[in-house]
């Protein structure tokens, strides 16, 4: 039975990460709520008195009778059974925790244009926006690019993937990371990306993948936009 | 062996979650970085060149050889071994999503008094602190602890608990949570928590417990102070 995935029909957002790997994978799955009547089938799942353990927010995955939401939460599920994550206990922990990694620095981009509130608009907060903007390119992803850079050196397998030799979750959830930062902050990242030759490297050999490359020419795979997570503001990139 | 847990020895931070796990298991346990010593041996385990797989931040568990980084992902690891989560896998995904979605809640009280950059002090950012707060307390704290309630109601095994019968670390955490809301924005959560009387009521159970009240009584129990992710800042407070 196909995988059903319940995410914001309009963006990649979250929802991207778990995408990738289902694509990666080859499997089989439902981008349910950019279907005709999707929207209500997600709301419906969303209402705890029609479900049992409801999410607090999309993105969400349901497989069969098991419904499972939190991005990091639902990769952690879909790793093993894809073939896209170690399969002993302290490996899988360890792909996790790079996963939450990758989630925490997702965070902070997303509130880069949203500082103060997600319910107010952007144009409501940009000087505020600005200053957040500034820290997260001088300070936050230097510091989190270096800590994936030095995962990848430190692979005992070698510096192709972030764990043991054979593609896995984070390697793609990694790529995403670099192509959203590339599309919201392009001048900082040309002028960053060469001290993190590894994660560069790792960028377009994810993108080679066949799989992956025929997903990303795919009309499956939505445009950066100004409504996800990563937001092209010129003043933004420029901030610092 | 006793576990060894590594995290900032003046604050209850985020490494509190993971003490009051070991501490209603009555589990063995090393608070590290809270000796002398320890900060050192912490920062070592931090150094990617001396470890295979070095966690980005505190908190860290160290259990033998195992290495493990992220809150969440430590109680994951820590709940089944400590009888602090159910056992199946719906089970032990469920326990793990309520906790990330705790996270995330936690993340957004650190971001009221530091909305721009942890890098610079709360006194640099005071203005933007009382827009964000007052979006928290007006739209956040609502959303998240009416969604936890309707968990607390709609368990099937009774109110009590999060999930199932028996005790399990996110009751854990939705008590430290709450101990947090409170200490940061009492006249807020004065007027908040009478809506959701199900959560009250399991702070009050989960604060009663022999193990976890003679922890609070004891000197383990840091202190809230304004080092850590929930802080006192009465204008902060009165931001609505």
Chains 1, 2 share one sequence.
Not at 101 to 112: K, N
Not at 163 to 168: A, D, H, K, L
Not at 172 to 184: H, M, T
Not at 213 to 235: C, D, H, M, T, W
Request: glycine content about 8%; hydrophobic content about 40%.
């Amino acid at each position: 039975m196909a995988y059903e995935l319940y995410y914001w029909p309009g963006i990649q957002g979250r929802g991207e990460f778990v995408r990738l790997a289902l694509e990666e994978a080859g499997a089989e799955y439902d981008d349910v709520a950019r279907r005709s009547g999707g929207m209500a089938a997600m709301q419906r799942l969303m209402d705890a008195s029609g479900t049992a353990r409801p999410p607090f927010a999309p993105p969400f995955l349901k497989d069969g009778e098991v419904l499972i939401a939190q991005t990091a939460n639902i990769l952690l599920y879909l790793g093993r059974r894809l073939g896209l994550a170690p399969r002993d206990e302290a490996g899988w922990l360890w792909a996790h925790q790079l996963q939450l990694t990758i989630a925490d620095i997702v965070d902070e981009a997303h509130d880069t244009h949203h500082p103060i509130a997600s319910s107010l608009y952007y144009e409501d907060q940009r000087a505020e926006a600005q200053r957040r903007a500034g820290d997260f390119i001088a300070r936050r992803i230097p510091k989190y690019l270096g800590y994936f850079e030095r995962v990848l050196e430190h692979n005992s397998q070698g510096d192709h993937h972030l764990i043991g030799r054979r593609v896995n979750y984070c390697d793609l959830s990694l790529f995403q990371l670099i192509a959203g930062l590339r599309y919201a902050f392009p001048r900082a990242m040309t002028r960053l990306e060469p001290s993190f030759a590894r994660i560069t490297a790792l960028h377009e050999r994810i993108a080679a993948r066949p799989r992956i490359a025929a997903y990303l020419k795919s009309a499956r795979r939505i445009a950066f936009n100004e409504q996800g997570v990563f937001r092209s503001y010129p003043e933004l990139d420029a901030a610092n």
